[in-house]
């Protein structure tokens, strides 16, 4: 009977320190997929910042190349302008060197 119920103790006591090496282990084992978790979660934020710098670099770069191309189109207006009144003034300057017979009336 001592026989039987000191082997029943050993057993139960095994048993407990088993149970408690299956939970050290659950724990570690949470403890690593919460920190697994952290960083998957923190990767997600990079990934995602990073995505939305890209975006926002792209964006710029359109931006700029609408206001280059504005620009441009600006600068070719004007130059037609400035072709335009440069050719006035070389008509207003032959006219003043030459002046016709309706310009001499006025004199």
Do not use: Y
């Not at 299956?22 to 997929?33: D, I, N, Q, W």
Request: hydrophobic share 50%; proline share 1%; charged share 30%.
């Amino acid at each position: 009977a001592n026989e039987k119920a000191a082997a029943e103790a050993e057993a139960a006591a095994r048993a407990l320190e088993l149970q408690a090496q299956v939970e050290a282990v659950l724990a570690a084992t949470t403890e690593e997929l919460s920190v697994e978790r952290k960083v998957r979660a923190c990767s997600e934020a990079v990934l995602a910042e990073a995505h939305a710098d890209a975006q926002e670099e792209e964006i710029k770069a359109v931006q700029l190349q609408a206001k280059n191309m504005l620009f441009a189109s600006i600068n070719q207006e004007l130059r037609g302008k400035v072709e335009s009144l440069e050719a006035m003034v070389e008509s207003l300057n032959k006219m003043v060197a030459s002046p016709s017979k309706a310009g001499r009336k006025w004199r």
